[in-house]
């Protein structure tokens, strides 16, 4: 039944109670997850009031991240430094939105039937990633933290430590790819004091854990909200396995396993902010004001994520904005707009261009990615989406196929500058340009599944060779994804399996249990009994080991 009187404002109350639980849990050396929780539930309560739930989920994701941003900014110029203003702030929006959206008149909701279903179905990842956690806590042969361990996670482990030194982003910590890193600091922030150098690391790894889970889940969310907002047209029957599997996807090798694989924390937080932005896109075609802002916080986020990626952003921004303006040419909106545009150019110029200069030659590096045949597909879908445009628009469908359509040539420009950062070199093709492939492939994955249903819903096969030929298509397609990944063990399913199983990428408790023991006396770390453990583990943590520990 639709949510009605004292039952509407629970979401509120129970943001404001997460909110002081998770005040005391960082105060008492805890992590600073509970409050972001209690902090999220309280503003999307509050926002849903006049937007629909989908929208309220992506504008309350980027907001988060550009809340956290200037959080990490601010911190080292104040004297509360990173914990005290991150509580401050979080809490103040915790209890201030979940109070006033308990206070305010409640917006009706029916959960009821497909409304109900279709939620479930977006929060099916979302409720694995919960009893992954569990089982990774409480199963003693399940893999516990080498799963976070794994190549780059040493370098990401570094820059959040060195974040947690400097109290947020400051000069001597600013690279290409802060926020990910500082959203890290600022969960292993706090209860560092006093701990041993093998404690102290097992906090740190600990807590960049709980973030990678909690991305995780976000990262199913988002993926289940966007698909369940492309098929809310079509039967139930069909709806529910598409939104499920949507969000389930998040868990798979395509998404989450690669990400772990290589020690991508950057990359699911790119995951988050692109998937966001493009449900801020088409839930937002009737708040074409609303929908240019957040866009606009978007490619600010994104600018501190993968900067790379903004390419594929800033068009569904333009789009955004020129939409505003031409619905509402006020002064005020026209100010306003103008305002962030500005903000927006300001941001990029003071700190994102001079960090990308210096870093540009650095993409052209080479590097290790799994190998996924990402140019082949990203071409299959890329034509594949540009059918689905025409259809779409014969259809008299204007807005959806515009986006898909800047977000396609924004996705090319960024393509054809990453390989021409590797100009001079005997292969083209290289780990930039194939990570860069990865992620907008991701972000086409609800993209091509709503146009898609769209074109199905719209005009329906009549004969049953069309009906083969589409299921052929989609089979197909799937089959190629799944052959590409080059699956050959159940981890290549989904990493959960392997971690489940206690050996994930080849790795279990046994090398980072012994990481954690050996730290606190360093000079046995270069050991041939540790070393033949594992020769993966003694490069990615021997030599790295030695700046763990250090202030």
Not at 312 to 331: N, P
Not at 351 to 373: D, H, Q, R, T
Not at 470 to 498: D, F, K, M, N
């Amino acid at each position: 039944m639709a949510l009605s009187g004292f039952r509407a404002r629970i979401p509120g109350l129970l943001g404001a109670v997460l909110s002081v639980v998770g005040l005391m849990l960082a105060l008492a050396g805890g992590p600073m997850l509970v409050l972001w929780l209690g902090a999220l539930v309280s503003l999307g309560s509050l926002v849903s009031r006049w937007i629909s739930a989908g929208l309220s989920i992506a504008v309350v994701t980027i907001a988060f991240l550009t809340v956290e941003l200037m959080v990490l900014r601010l911190s080292p110029l104040v004297p509360l430094g990173l914990t005290g203003l991150g509580l401050v702030v979080w809490m103040a929006i915790g209890v201030g939105c979940g109070v006033a959206s308990a206070i305010l008149p409640p917006a009706l909701r029916d959960w009821r039937g497909r409304n109900g279903a279709l939620a479930a179905a977006a929060l099916s990842g979302v409720a694995m990633t919960v009893a992954w956690a569990i089982v990774d806590v409480a199963d003693p042969s399940a893999v516990h933290l080498a799963w976070a361990m794994f190549d780059d996670a040493v370098r990401d482990l570094l820059s959040s430590r060195s974040m947690v030194a400097d109290n947020g982003i400051s000069s001597s910590s600013l690279g290409q790819t802060p926020l990910p890193f500082g959203v890290v600091a600022s969960n292993m922030a706090p209860g560092r004091g006093a701990l041993t150098a093998g404690e102290l690391l097992r906090h740190d790894v600990s807590r960049m854990a709980q973030v990678w889970m909690a991305a995780a889940a976000a990262t199913c969310l988002l993926l289940g909200s966007a698909v369940a907002r492309a098929v809310r047209g079509i039967r139930l029957v069909y709806a529910i396995p598409l939104t499920a599997g949507a969000s389930l996807f998040g868990l798979s090798w395509w998404v989450l396993g690669i990400s772990l694989y290589g020690g991508f924390i950057n990359a699911t937080f790119a995951i988050i902010v692109m998937v966001a932005c493009w449900l801020v896109y088409v839930e937002g075609e009737r708040r074409p004001f609303l929908t240019a802002l957040v866009l606009l916080a978007g490619c600010v986020t994104m600018l501190s994520v993968w900067p790379p990626l903004l390419l594929c952003l800033i068009g569904l921004a333009a789009v955004s904005v020129v939409r505003a303006f031409l619905r509402r040419a006020t002064l005020a909106v026209t100010a306003v707009l103008a305002v962030a545009c500005a903000l927006v150019v300001l941001y990029a110029a003071a700190f994102s261009l001079p960090s990308a200069v210096v870093a540009s030659s650095a993409l052209g590096n080479e590097g290790g990615f799994p190998e996924i045949l990402s140019p082949i597909i990203f071409g299959f879908v890329a034509l594949f989406d540009v059918y689905l445009i025409v259809g779409a628009i014969r259809l008299r469908q204007r807005y959806i196929p515009i986006g898909t359509a800047v977000v396609i040539l924004g996705s090319i420009a960024g393509l054809i500058y990453l390989l021409y950062q590797r100009r001079g070199k005997a292969d083209a093709w290289g780990y930039y340009p194939e990570k860069f492939t990865w992620l907008v492939l991701l972000m086409l994955v609800p993209i091509t599944i709503g146009l898609l249903v769209f074109l199905v819903s719209s005009r329906p096969p009549t004969s049953a060779a069309q009906r083969v030929t589409l299921t052929a298509l989609v089979i197909g397609g799937t089959l190629a994804a799944l052959i590409a990944s080059g699956i050959s063990s159940s981890e290549r399913v989904s990493p959960l399996i392997g971690i489940a199983q206690g050996r994930v990428f080849g790795i279990s408790n046994t090398e980072s249990n012994a990481v954690f023991d050996y730290t606190n006396e360093i000079e046995n770390l270069p050991t041939a009994g540790f070393k033949s453990e594992r020769k993966q583990w003694e490069y990615i943590f021997v030599d790295p080991l030695f700046h763990f520990v250090a202030p």
